[in-house]
T-cell receptor, first 114, second 112 residues
Framework: NAGVTQTPKFQVLKTGQSMTLQCAQDMNHNSMYWYRQDPGMGLRLIYYSASEGTTDKGEVPNGYNVSRLNKREFSLRLESAAPSQTSVYFC?????????????FGSGTQLSVL | LAKTTQPISMDSYEGQEVNITCSHNNIATNDYITWYQQFPSQGPRFIIQGYKTKVTNEVASLFIPADRKSSTLSLPRVSLSDTAVYYCLVGDMDTGRRALTFGSGTRLQVQP
């Protein structure tokens, strides 16, 4: 099992360009998430999808759109990139067990917007 | 959602036991507590989760007092590889208080 796979690992954009970050999980999880992490800071939730066909805004959704393509895939789109969106982006999926919800993260995409 | 408070940083030496305490004064009846570990340039990794008393797994223990207003992550005999940021999250999926908000965490530095 690969777990949560994110592509690309690195990306440099110019202000105003658009791009889509891809995320796929092979753990058959219902819920998927997108976070961003700025240097020295904690993770902030951008969007999440509790199940296939649903998406909800997190703490910092402005400037982003998401698509839950199917149960496995959850993409994040920047329509017009801005320097403030320079960050590391993490995708996660979650498993719900007896003790609660556990998040499983991908290795991240480092995005620089010039 | 229950707000959590953790120390910003801690220092330790190899071989010592490290205890990181998280305060969550407004934890709700159904909330559970989850700890994650994050190494530089990696996504957070689940460490341990619990509701009350004590939980132990192969890497850590989680102590939760009766009032559940705080919890302590205990790392036995730390090594240099335990240098990381540790996050405490509180929430309950079933009630909508999902444990998805990461604070700034505790930055643990282990020295030789």
């Amino acid at each position: 099992n690969a777990g949560v796979t994110q592509t690309p690992k690195f990306q440099v954009l110019k202000t105003g360009q658009s791009m889509t970050l891809q995320c796929a999980q092979d753990m058959n999880h219902n819920s998927m998430y997108w976070y961003r992490q700025d240097p020295g800071m904690g993770l902030r939730l951008i969007y999440y999808s509790a199940s296939e066909g649903t998406t909800d805004k997190g703490e910092v959704p402005n400037g982003y759109n998401v698509s839950r393509l199917n149960k496995r895939e959850f993409s994040l789109r920047l329509e017009s990139a801005a320097p403030s969106q320079t960050s590391v982006y993490f995708c996660a999926s979650s498993e719900v067990g007896q003790g609660g919800e556990k998040l499983f993260f991908g290795s991240g995409t480092q995005l620089s917007v010039l | 959602l229950a707000k959590t408070t953790q120390p910003i940083s801690m220092d330790s030496y190899e071989g010592q036991e490290v205890n990181i305490t998280c305060s969550h004064n407004n934890i709700a009846t159904n909330d559970y507590i989850t700890w994650y570990q994050q190494f530089p340039s990696q996504g957070p990794r689940f460490i341990i989760q619990g509701y009350k008393t004590k939980v132990t797994n192969e890497v850590a223990s989680l102590f939760i007092p009766a009032d559940r207003k705080s919890s302590t992550l205990s790392l036995p005999r730390v090594s240099l590889s335990d240098t990381a940021v540790y996050y405490c999250l509180v929430g309950d999926m079933d009630t909508g208080r999902r444990a998805l908000t990461f604070g700034s965490g505790t930055r643990l530095q282990v020295q030789p």
